[in-house]
Protein backbone atom coordinates (compact mmCIF):
# COMPACT_ATOMS: atom_id res chain seq x y z
CA UNK A 1 0.00 0.00 0.00
CA UNK A 2 1.48 3.37 -1.30
CA UNK A 3 0.13 7.49 -0.03
CA UNK A 4 2.03 9.51 -2.20
CA UNK A 5 0.17 12.80 -0.14
CA UNK A 6 1.80 14.00 3.09
CA UNK A 7 0.44 13.67 5.86
CA UNK A 8 -0.96 16.81 7.05
CA UNK A 9 0.21 18.81 10.61
CA UNK A 10 -3.23 17.66 12.48
CA UNK A 11 -2.59 13.52 11.29
CA UNK A 12 1.29 13.84 12.28
CA UNK A 13 0.29 15.45 15.56
CA UNK A 14 -2.33 12.86 16.19
CA UNK A 15 0.60 10.08 15.36
CA UNK A 16 2.94 11.25 18.07
CA UNK A 17 0.88 12.04 20.69
CA UNK A 18 -1.62 8.96 20.48
CA UNK A 19 -0.26 6.23 18.21
CA UNK A 20 3.14 6.33 19.19
CA UNK A 21 2.44 7.15 22.79
CA UNK A 22 0.28 4.25 22.69
CA UNK A 23 2.97 2.12 21.27
CA UNK A 24 5.63 3.00 24.28
CA UNK A 25 3.01 2.63 26.94
CA UNK A 26 1.91 -0.63 26.42
CA UNK A 27 5.54 -1.59 25.73
CA UNK A 28 6.10 -0.19 29.08
CA UNK A 29 2.81 -1.86 30.89
CA UNK A 30 3.28 -5.43 29.09
CA UNK A 31 7.03 -5.57 30.30
CA UNK A 32 6.17 -4.36 33.83
CA UNK A 33 3.67 -7.98 33.86
CA UNK A 34 6.77 -9.71 32.14
CA UNK A 35 8.44 -9.21 34.66
CA UNK A 36 6.01 -9.56 37.64
CA UNK A 37 4.55 -13.17 36.86
CA UNK A 38 2.19 -13.26 39.85
CA UNK A 39 0.45 -10.20 39.17
CA UNK A 40 -0.99 -12.42 36.67
CA UNK A 41 -0.53 -16.11 37.56
CA UNK A 42 -2.11 -16.11 40.75
CA UNK A 43 -5.44 -17.66 40.61
CA UNK A 44 -4.86 -18.97 37.47
CA UNK A 45 -4.73 -22.55 36.06
CA UNK A 46 -1.11 -23.12 35.06
CA UNK A 47 -2.69 -23.38 31.40
CA UNK A 48 -4.24 -20.34 31.63
CA UNK A 49 -1.08 -18.68 32.95
CA UNK A 50 1.35 -20.17 30.19
CA UNK A 51 -1.22 -18.58 27.29
CA UNK A 52 -1.82 -15.65 29.28
CA UNK A 53 2.38 -15.22 29.40
CA UNK A 54 2.66 -15.83 25.67
CA UNK A 55 -0.18 -13.37 24.99
CA UNK A 56 1.63 -10.86 26.59
CA UNK A 57 5.19 -11.88 25.34
CA UNK A 58 3.58 -11.62 21.79
CA UNK A 59 2.38 -7.97 22.45
CA UNK A 60 5.80 -6.42 24.30
CA UNK A 61 7.33 -7.93 21.26
CA UNK A 62 4.76 -6.66 18.85
CA UNK A 63 5.29 -2.99 20.12
CA UNK A 64 9.01 -3.30 20.29
CA UNK A 65 9.36 -4.31 16.67
CA UNK A 66 6.86 -1.12 15.91
CA UNK A 67 8.83 1.12 18.06
CA UNK A 68 12.44 -0.48 16.24
CA UNK A 69 10.75 0.51 12.77
CA UNK A 70 9.82 3.92 13.52
CA UNK A 71 13.44 4.83 14.87
CA UNK A 72 15.08 3.09 12.12
CA UNK A 73 13.21 3.42 8.97
CA UNK A 74 14.26 6.70 6.74
CA UNK A 75 11.59 8.96 5.09
CA UNK A 76 10.05 7.85 1.25
CA UNK A 77 9.02 10.76 0.12
CA UNK A 78 7.30 8.87 -2.31
CA UNK A 79 5.52 7.11 0.14
CA UNK A 80 4.41 8.26 3.35
CA UNK A 81 2.70 5.36 4.91
CA UNK A 82 4.76 5.07 7.51
CA UNK A 83 5.19 7.89 9.95
CA UNK A 84 9.05 7.78 11.25
CA UNK A 85 11.50 9.21 13.63
CA UNK A 86 13.18 11.51 11.22
CA UNK A 87 9.94 13.11 10.64
CA UNK A 88 9.58 14.55 14.17
CA UNK A 89 13.52 15.47 14.62
CA UNK A 90 15.21 18.59 13.67
CA UNK A 91 17.59 18.74 10.45
CA UNK A 92 20.17 17.37 12.74
CA UNK A 93 18.80 14.15 13.62
CA UNK A 94 19.95 11.51 12.40
CA UNK A 95 17.16 8.23 12.86
CA UNK A 96 18.72 4.83 14.51
CA UNK A 97 21.16 2.73 12.54
CA UNK A 98 19.47 -0.38 11.58
CA UNK A 99 23.08 -2.00 10.53
CA UNK A 100 23.79 -1.83 14.49
CA UNK A 101 24.64 -5.42 15.24
CA UNK A 102 22.86 -5.67 18.47
CA UNK A 103 19.09 -4.13 16.50
CA UNK A 104 20.05 -6.00 13.49
CA UNK A 105 20.13 -8.95 15.73
CA UNK A 106 16.86 -8.31 18.05
CA UNK A 107 14.63 -6.93 14.65
CA UNK A 108 15.31 -9.91 13.02
CA UNK A 109 14.20 -12.44 16.08
CA UNK A 110 11.53 -10.15 16.47
CA UNK A 111 10.31 -10.74 12.81
CA UNK A 112 11.30 -14.67 12.84
CA UNK A 113 9.94 -15.69 15.98
CA UNK A 114 6.92 -13.56 17.22
CA UNK A 115 5.70 -11.38 14.13
CA UNK A 116 6.62 -13.44 10.92
CA UNK A 117 5.94 -17.34 10.83
CA UNK A 118 9.48 -18.26 9.32
CA UNK A 119 11.23 -21.72 8.85
CA UNK A 120 13.88 -19.76 11.23
CA UNK A 121 11.62 -20.43 14.34
CA UNK A 122 12.81 -22.52 17.18
CA UNK A 123 11.72 -24.43 20.23
CA UNK A 124 14.83 -24.37 21.92
CA UNK A 125 14.73 -21.39 24.79
CA UNK A 126 17.76 -20.69 25.15
CA UNK A 127 17.45 -19.22 21.30
CA UNK A 128 13.87 -17.52 21.92
CA UNK A 129 13.15 -14.22 22.78
CA UNK A 130 13.37 -14.06 26.72
CA UNK A 131 14.65 -11.52 29.56
CA UNK A 132 17.65 -10.69 28.48
CA UNK A 133 16.06 -9.60 24.91
CA UNK A 134 13.40 -7.66 26.84
CA UNK A 135 15.79 -5.78 28.50
CA UNK A 136 17.99 -4.72 25.61
CA UNK A 137 14.67 -3.96 24.04
CA UNK A 138 14.03 -1.15 26.50
CA UNK A 139 17.15 0.11 26.56
CA UNK A 140 17.56 0.87 22.89
CA UNK A 141 14.02 2.26 23.00
CA UNK A 142 14.78 4.52 25.97
CA UNK A 143 17.97 5.68 24.29
CA UNK A 144 16.55 6.05 21.05
CA UNK A 145 13.43 8.15 22.74
CA UNK A 146 16.01 9.93 24.63
CA UNK A 147 18.16 11.11 21.77
CA UNK A 148 14.99 12.36 20.15
CA UNK A 149 13.75 14.38 22.60
CA UNK A 150 15.88 17.22 22.14
CA UNK A 151 16.20 17.29 18.43
CA UNK A 152 11.89 17.43 18.49
CA UNK A 153 10.62 19.84 15.85
CA UNK A 154 8.64 22.89 17.14
CA UNK A 155 5.50 21.96 18.51
CA UNK A 156 5.89 17.86 19.43
CA UNK A 157 5.88 17.68 23.27
CA UNK A 158 8.49 15.14 24.17
CA UNK A 159 6.33 13.89 27.52
CA UNK A 160 5.02 11.91 24.56
CA UNK A 161 7.95 9.87 24.60
CA UNK A 162 8.12 8.75 28.08
CA UNK A 163 11.27 8.93 28.72
CA UNK A 164 10.86 8.65 33.03
CA UNK A 165 8.56 5.90 32.50
CA UNK A 166 11.21 4.27 30.07
CA UNK A 167 13.82 5.16 32.65
CA UNK A 168 11.82 2.79 35.80
CA UNK A 169 11.36 0.06 33.37
CA UNK A 170 14.85 -0.15 32.27
CA UNK A 171 15.84 0.11 35.86
CA UNK A 172 13.35 -3.00 36.91
CA UNK A 173 14.28 -5.82 38.05
CA UNK A 174 12.45 -9.29 37.27
CA UNK A 175 10.91 -10.98 40.24
CA UNK A 176 10.40 -14.80 40.77
CA UNK A 177 7.41 -16.52 40.61
CA UNK A 178 5.27 -17.34 43.57
CA UNK A 179 3.98 -21.04 43.11
CA UNK A 180 0.78 -21.30 45.23
CA UNK A 181 0.77 -23.67 48.26
CA UNK A 182 -1.16 -27.06 47.29
CA UNK A 183 -4.74 -27.09 49.22
CA UNK A 184 -7.04 -29.98 49.49
CA UNK A 185 -10.03 -28.08 48.34
CA UNK A 186 -10.58 -24.70 46.59
CA UNK A 187 -14.03 -23.61 47.34
CA UNK A 188 -14.38 -20.24 45.98
CA UNK A 189 -12.33 -17.97 43.58
CA UNK A 190 -11.34 -15.12 45.60
CA UNK A 191 -10.02 -13.34 42.08
CA UNK A 192 -6.74 -12.34 41.53
CA UNK A 193 -4.21 -11.10 44.52
CA UNK A 194 -1.86 -8.74 42.79
CA UNK A 195 1.73 -8.62 44.61
CA UNK A 196 2.26 -5.20 46.43
CA UNK A 197 5.24 -4.34 43.99
CA UNK A 198 3.62 -2.19 41.19
CA UNK A 199 6.75 0.62 41.10
CA UNK A 200 6.67 1.00 37.10
CA UNK A 201 3.30 -0.49 36.14
CA UNK A 202 1.46 2.36 34.46
CA UNK A 203 -2.33 3.11 35.84
CA UNK A 204 -2.61 5.52 33.07
CA UNK A 205 -5.80 4.99 31.49
CA UNK A 206 -6.41 8.14 29.54
CA UNK A 207 -4.54 8.61 26.21
CA UNK A 208 -3.35 5.79 25.64
CA UNK A 209 -6.55 4.26 23.56
CA UNK A 210 -5.34 3.70 20.11
CA UNK A 211 -6.42 1.51 16.80
CA UNK A 212 -3.40 -0.44 16.53
CA UNK A 213 -3.91 -4.26 17.08
CA UNK A 214 -2.54 -5.14 20.22
CA UNK A 215 -4.74 -3.81 23.18
CA UNK A 216 -3.86 -6.93 25.22
CA UNK A 217 -2.11 -4.73 28.64
CA UNK A 218 -5.14 -2.63 29.19
CA UNK A 219 -7.07 -6.00 29.26
CA UNK A 220 -5.05 -7.70 31.72
CA UNK A 221 -4.61 -4.36 33.88
CA UNK A 222 -8.45 -5.20 34.37
CA UNK A 223 -7.65 -9.11 34.97
CA UNK A 224 -5.24 -7.44 37.85
CA UNK A 225 -8.12 -5.44 39.13
CA UNK A 226 -9.36 -7.39 43.10
CA UNK A 227 -12.73 -9.23 42.73
CA UNK A 228 -15.55 -6.96 44.72
Not at 106 to 128: E, F, G, M, P, V
Request: glycine residues 4%; contains cysteine.
Amino acid sequence: MTNNQQPSEATQQEVFGVHLRYEIVRLIEQYALLLNPNEYCSGLKPVVAKTVHDGLLVAFCTHARNLLEFFFRKPDQKNYYYAVATDYGKSGYVNLDPANPDVDRLYKQLCAQINHLTYNRTDDSKKKIDTPEWKELIDIILSEAARLAPQLKSGYDKQHLRIDDLLNAAAAKKTETKRPKPTAQRTEDKGLKPIADRSFLLTEAAGTTSVAPSNVGAIFLELLKPAS
